[in-house]
């Protein structure tokens, strides 16, 4: 439930990012979020929607231009219900939400300890934010060594930086715990139905939740005090040998300089930039950053109530499954040298053609240019239309013509023909 | 998808029509089934929106909720449902045939005649697709545990006299869908995607218009394009011309047309304006039967294709088991036994999985031996093959007291079973369960050699008809053509420690 | 099939040597295994034995135990093949033991069962129930009627096993160990089985899922050691298929070699050349990868299966010697086998050895190479020549299986282009509730073993 967006921190373009810009016509960048680094994943094959994001074009109007409108969309009703729920969670300083989590996460001997909610300050910039998140989360851990109370951050502000570029990201909540673990919670609006729910939907949370994780954990890596070179290896995206080497110099350097608070915006940024894939990938960080649980929370409405549920959910795999998907963003330079110099996708929308499409009929529930690179699909005889597992019956042949062309030639295909003739016949 | 089917996909593309994928039809189809065209409140779990219902295909009943939020109004709803479809389910109760079985006294050991009842028929129930069928067992599973007026303790909220019993006969129904080959609740696009192959992909075919679009495209058109219009043509209200099967409506219809509308009817409402209430909620009506009432025409268009093709040959055969699940059914619910609960314990729940598994080697089976084009699935897997007889040799097993038939049939075939000597075989359309082995394997020239193990009588000459002739076509499968018998599992109350123990 | 450690368990002392040996390690185990299954205060234990740790001389052992105390043992397999398999080390370990074979009437048991003098084979339990042991499968043992139980039982390729199969078998027998390897694959069922996700006793999951689930109290065990992978093995398959449960080899770098004798032409074909340099890497390092030009293929790809076969022949006609701390033996036809993830695949393989005058080399799925070992495997990579992968292709235990049937080295044969399929493959997997992942994620474990493999590549031109 994430429907933020924000601008970018102020510091001047890089050449690729100026490109980009470029490409969206001026028009302001529909901001990353960990919605749009959650569907990385959905078919990481296609170079149109890896440069599209990494752009943040705004697809669904971009897929209207190109006259193939996205049959997207939510009904009104359905983003009530949700902001009812959550309205219901947060009212009164997250007093219900508040009792639920000391339900799911407190030990019972904890149950006594009262919660702290600190004001985020959720009216300000998005620097200031993130700086008080920091400040929130270092009095929090001290409140719980302490004993004096465990914490919960009501949508925080964390910064990740994605190939190059500074992402806000907003968790529907974390809660530091009296074990000084951190947790992410992530609010949802579909049911949790006798228990299950719609794995589908699951699982984008599961996704969701990750992008959560490793922002977290790259924060953490930040605030440790104890950040050494090694701590490089902390932040999530970078659990590798390599990636250690070559963030480990700026994530001191950004340990070091956090404290200045907001007024460094730039040093906000924890550098995350993977690079290669980890040894482990399921390897956990040392340091602060192994406070961040891989097992976050997910809050539903329960049954057909509005009354609120928990489950756990195992990120892991989710984890991995990320960081691979940010360490590919490095290669938009590549995808990018295809398009004409200053293409402005505002005004000749077609030039999104010259970037390679990977289309499926999964892209029908996952990508708004769906209808258009279906056409274009369709008008090349390609046989993915018909589905991802055609392609695999059919080996080298990937047209209809081809395929249909076989048939004549002997082959499996040619038995399927007399087959169904002989059967058709009867 | 298997390559066959993925060869009729191929050529509904070229043709711009979809293909045949089965040369009879495998579900059956009631004489007067009842149809249900659901639409759910979007955001809220299982909530009601409308539903066009009915036999008639001339005169369906429309029930709308005009404010899903509204808990009464929903229960109110659901007991106009049941008041429309109880009877019709009931209906079935009254009409059976008495069968006899002998039974064994477990403690006696003693055999007696126990007769028990098969009612003659039972309900179909047809939605649009698959979300229907889930939103039905959704609905029961709101309203099954209900209190009502009637109970004891009624509770805060007691439901509408009828609603906890419609509740069971969904949650019935819709678990029943779950069986294969099953046909008391069709969804229908997945039972029309099993008999055409369309020029999309199996994700386009779950949306109803773009289906029979394929199927009988219109006049001189090709169904790629009229698939497109029926996916996302739009009016220039900016509402789609062909409206979604449901259960969910179009977002742009709740924001533009629907949205306004149940705020209009609160309104009136709040303003206890009992004349205008009803204005609004008829406009409310208005509004829902339009985008229903395609669907409705859709789904009887879709039953009418589907009777274009001639059962196959097994179909009455599970829809004998469908009779029985009624029957059942019908029998707990006059017996006075509580709601179907929540969550199955370990041996419900092991017993429903072996039921499923073994109705779908029967229906996957079934289907190959009613239908050439499904068996052909089988001979190009290399998991069956068919051809001619061309040659049929006497032979005998001396080994025993008396000498046994064992002739040795040469079949012609252009199929590569995956068979080596020695493999077995079991004859398709032959003496029930005749097994044959392979001894001789010519694969160059396509000829198989096959030694028939039973099914041709206790004599020394076989049975007349048991054993093929000379230029007769026969088939064999290298599976077996019967389910295997599932294991017997304890009583739930044996549950052992394993799984819990028994159920608390 | 399996080792037995070098070091005998039951004349092992207890050492407090801070580095165990292989050895000593795997006896530590096996002891605290006997106690828990004879003395524990659980009623199950449970043993999760990674590819090639001695399962199945853990299984024999436990059983002469089990039956010294004086108690009947019944013992559940999965397949007719594993149930003669084990009848036959059991009689072998203790000619003087009497072990029933029960089985069904269309499944006679095998010759290497019923050649022992104290094997008695019969279809009704009836005539067995007062020896010692008994073994059947699961399938059968279902059948059996109302008995009185027996004090114990050992189930065995227990992850195998599915969560229904052992409710109806476990009315027979009061206590039970259960023995398996996690990491191959999962039992499965031809229908959805959405109903159960997340319960406890989904009765399409593994059996010893269920009894994790309802009984808390159990800790698994594990086998410490692998005595079948080399030790240019078992951290790769260690890393890569159990990463939160790491094993070791029981031998070291070294303490095996497989000696080929030199190609006998070398004028071959590109493809035979290509064959023989891949042998003689993988005799070298113990993994070989020949990878024939990315192309996108049908799954019985004509030149993949050429290759896969020319290998088998040129391995057999150079004639290999596999020296091992169980001495020296030639690596004959019996050695060898050849693994493919579909049924199809497999027949060609078979034919296109045949076409060669290849016999007795076995090939086959990885379903049905289960629990088997060679000396050399030959693998024909589960996603050569896809376009696409698919949940079937990237499943973890397949692979597993398929890498981890060796003593001395495995080739894999495939089309260059899989990390490029992997990295357009969608990781947007649905997520059920209650229901506890399993690692590692068939993605991540198929990237781990390519690129272990490319060290090893030999390129077909
Ligand atoms: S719809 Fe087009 S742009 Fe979007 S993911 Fe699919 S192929 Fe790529």
Known sequence: MNHSTHPRVDQPLTPLEARLTALRGGAAARSMDARALAALAANPGCDRRAVLDAAGVDKAALAARLGSPAAFGQSPFAITRGLVFERRLRAERCTELAALLRRELLPEEAAQLPVAVPDLLAAEGPAVRAARTRTALVEAVSDAAAGRAWTLLDRPLLRLEVAGSAVSLEPDAIVIGPDERWTVVEIKSFPILDGGADPAKVGAAARQAAVYVLALRATAMALDPAATTTAGNAAGAGATPHAATASSASGADEAGRSEQGPSAPASDVVSARPAGLPVSPYAEPAGLAAAVRTTGLLVCPRDFSNAAVAAPLDLRKQLAVTRRQLARMTRIETLLAVLPEGARLDEAPGAVDSLAHAYAPDCLAACELAFHCRSQARAAGAVEVLGRGVRGELGSLTTVEAALAATAAGGALARAARLREEALAR | MSLLSTLARLQAVRSGVAQPLATVRHRHLSERPFVLVPLAAAGETGAPLAVLLGQDRQHPRLLTVPQPLDRDLRFAFLARVGDELLPYLESFGGDVELLERSVKDPESGEKTVEVRELCADAPQLVVPNPGGVELLGLFGRSTRFRRTAEDPDPGPYPAPARVPLLGRWLTHVSDRANVPGSSMLLPLTTTLARHWATGQSSLEDAHLGALLAWISPPEGGRGEEAALRAENGRDERGQLLVPPAGPATDPDFDSLLLAPAITRYDAARAAQDERLTQARAEEIDALLGAVLLPVWHQVWQGLDLLRTLPPGAHVADRWESDRWSYTGHRDRVAAGEPPQPLHDDAVTAARRLAQREREQVRVDLEEALDDPLAMAEHRLAGQAFAGEVVEVQPAYDTSGRSPKPRPLVTVRTEDRPHLDPGGEAHRAGGPASQKAQLVELDAEAGLLTLRLLNGMGRKKEPEPGTVPEPGEQVCFTLFELAPRQSAPLPDPEDTPWTHGGPPK | ?461
């Not at chain 3, 399993?438 to 073993?449: C, I, L, T, Y």
Request: net charge negative; with cysteine; charged share 20%.
């Open chain 3, 1 to 461: 099939m399996t080792t037995p450690s070098p070091s005998s368990p039951a004349t092992s002392t207890p050492t407090s040597t801070p580095t165990p040996t292989p050895g000593e390690q795997a006896d530590a185990a096996v002891a605290a295994i006997l106690a828990a299954a004879l003395h524990g205060g659980e009623r199950g234990t449970v043993v999760d034995s990674p590819p090639g740790a001695g399962k199945s001389t853990l299984v024999v052992r436990a059983a002469r135990e089990l039956v010294a105390t004086g108690e009947r043992l019944m013992i559940v397999a999965q397949t007719n093949s594993q149930v003669d398999d084990l009848v036959d080390r059991l009689a072998e370990a203790d000619p003087a033991l009497a072990v029933g074979r029960l089985h069904g009437s269309d499944a006679l048991p095998s010759e290497i069962a019923m050649r022992h003098p104290g094997v008695v084979a019969s279809t009704k339990v009836g005539d067995l129930r007062e020896l010692p042991v008994v073994v059947s499968t699961a399938a059968k043992w279902q059948w059996v009627k109302e008995t009185d139980p027996w004090r114990h039982a050992i189930v065995d390729e227990a992850y195998q096993m599915r969560s229904d199969a052992l409710l109806a078998v476990a009315r027979l027998f009061e206590r039970a160990l259960f023995v398996g390897d996690p990491g191959q694959l999962d039992p499965f069922s031809i229908v959805g089985t959405d109903d159960w996700a997340g319960q406890h006793h989904d009765p399409s999951q593994s059996a010893v899922v269920t009894l994790l689930a309802h009984n808390p109290g159990i800790v698994p065990h594990r086998l410490p050691v692998s005595w079948r992978l080399p030790a240019s093995a078992a951290p790769l398959v260690s890393d890569a298929f159990y990463p939160f449960t790491p094993f070791r080899a029981g031998t070291e770098p070294g303490d095996r070699r497989l000696e080929l004798g030199p190609p006998t032409t070398a004028s071959g074909t590109t493809l035979e050349q290509a064959a023989d340099e891949v042998l003689d890497v993988a005799a070298e390092s113990g993994w070989g990868l020949l990878e024939l030009p990315a192309r996108l293929t049908v799954r019985t790809d004509p030149e993949a299966v050429a290759a896969v076969a020319a290998v088998v022949a040129r391995l057999l006609a150079r004639g290999g010697t596999a020296h091992s701390e169980r001495g020296s033996a030639p690596v004959d036809a019996d050695r060898i086998a050849v693994g493919t993830a579909h049924r199809d695949q497999a027949a060609a393989v078979r034919g296109a050895l045949a076409a060669l005058g290849v016999t007795g080399v076995t090939v086959d799925t990885a379903n049905r190479l289960q629990g088997r070992e060679y000396d050399v495997t030959v693998v024909l990579h589960p996603l050569s020549g896809r376009p696409d992968a698919t949940a079937f292709h990237l499943e973890t235990g397949r692979l597993c299986v398929l890498a981890s049937r060796h003593r001395h080295a495995c080739i894999v044969v495939t089309r260059a282009g899989i990390p490029e399929l992997l990295d357009a493959h969608p990781s947007t997997e649905p997520v059920q509730l209650g229901v506890v992942s399993k690692f590692p994620d068939g993605w991540e474990a198929n990237h781990a073993v390519l690129e272990h493999l490319r060290r090893f590549r030999v390129p077909v031109r």
